[in-house]
């Protein structure tokens, strides 16, 4: 059996708040450790991607996303705008699902710059390799 790579490949499925945080902060951590990092995001999580998009608390009025980033801030967690920064700076790489792009009708202008538009097949394939694989949904 092939050794394993000091990769983490993570499937992002979700767009509320605290999965979208979660994955960019295991993956810029690990970029920022030395390791590949591999995002694959598809369904509701391939939102992320979009220009403009800010997450939002499962189930929370905008007040309670509100009083989340304030304290976040507060307390010198990144925002998703500064951890998307950090992501490009670390060398994360990011990866739109072709299948949820056609079905939810987005086109490549509408994703962040520099996101990758890969099939399932393509990211299982590398993540095959990964040492920590992970799925945020």
Known sequence: MAEKKNMLA????????EKTMAAMM????AAASGMEAHLFFTFWGLNAL?????????????????????KMKKLGIATWPELLKMAQET???????NTTLQLFGFKKEDLLDGVRIVGAAQFLKMASDASVQLFIG
Do not use: D, H, W
């Not at 499937?11 to 708040?17: A, G, I, P, T």
């Not at 295991?26 to 951590?29: I, N, P, V």
């Not at 979009?50 to 304030?70: C, Q, V, Y």
């Open 91 to 97: 060398g994360v790489n990011l990866y739109a699902c």
């Open 26 to 29: 295991l993956a810029t951590t």
């Open 50 to 70: 979009k220009k403009k998009f800010s997450p939002k608390l499962r189930g929370m009025m905008s007040i309670g996303t509100g009083m989340m980033n304030s």
């Open 10 to 17: 993570m499937v992002v499925s979700e767009q509320v708040l």
